[in-house]
């Protein structure tokens, strides 16, 4: 079964109006989770690698004000889009992974299609 | 940018065995090779990952080059729910993955 969970699957909200994405890791700790978004067609582009406990790191391009990531505790991760516009609709998906990451699995949510109107 | 190089996309027949080439020739020595696929609409999902040796698991066997400059995915025998995007990747000590274009498989029934 899924290990790592997103919520909602699928959102449609209007321009202006902000967004909250969840992201859960079901059954183990996780520090560190990554945000992805992935327009038609395309492959996933790295948001942000969110800490628990501090500072999300953004990668360069994305606006850390427009999205915002906080990791409060180590199974939850969330994302709010702010202000969202229409530009902004895209496949947002987290992913996570148990501890030593590099020679483990990741962990991939099922995605959250944000749509906006 | 992406560390991996994949062809854009690969055709095979239902019930053949896929090989999906992946080079990777500035991997360091503690990056491991990882495999993912995506089907529309879906998160990623874990196929195998593998370090040095060859590895095998039930849904897939990854054969790394002498050198690890290169690795092969191979899909034993193929169905039509192994049409998806293959996704090669390296990850090393900050975990980041970060995607290529990676590889879109068709299946001919």
Known sequence: GAVVSQHPSRVICKSGTSVKIECRSLDFQA??????????????????????????????????????????????????????????????????????????????GQGTRLTVV | DAKTTQPNSMESNEEEPVHLPCNHSTISGTDYIHWYRQLPSQGPEYVIHGLTSNVNNRM?????????????????????????????ILRGRDDKIIFGKGTRLHILP
Request: charged share 20%; hydrophobic share 35%.
């Open chain 1, 31 to 108: 520090t560190t989770m990554f945000w992805y978004r992935q327009f038609p067609k395309q492959s996933l582009m790295l948001m942000a690698t969110s800490n628990e406990g501090s500072k999300a790191t953004y990668e360069q391009g994305v606006e850390k004000d427009k999205f915002l990531i906080n990791h409060a505790s180590l199974t939850l991760s969330t994302l709010t889009v702010t202000s969202a516009h229409p530009e902004d609709s895209s496949f947002y998906i987290c992913s996570a992974g148990r501890t030593p990451r590099g020679g483990t699995e990741a962990f991939f």
């Open chain 2, 60 to 88: 897939a066997s990854l054969a790394i080059a002498e050198d690890r400059k290169s690795s092969t995915l191979i899909l034993h025998r193929a169905t039509l729910r192994d049409a998806a995007v293959y996704y090669c």
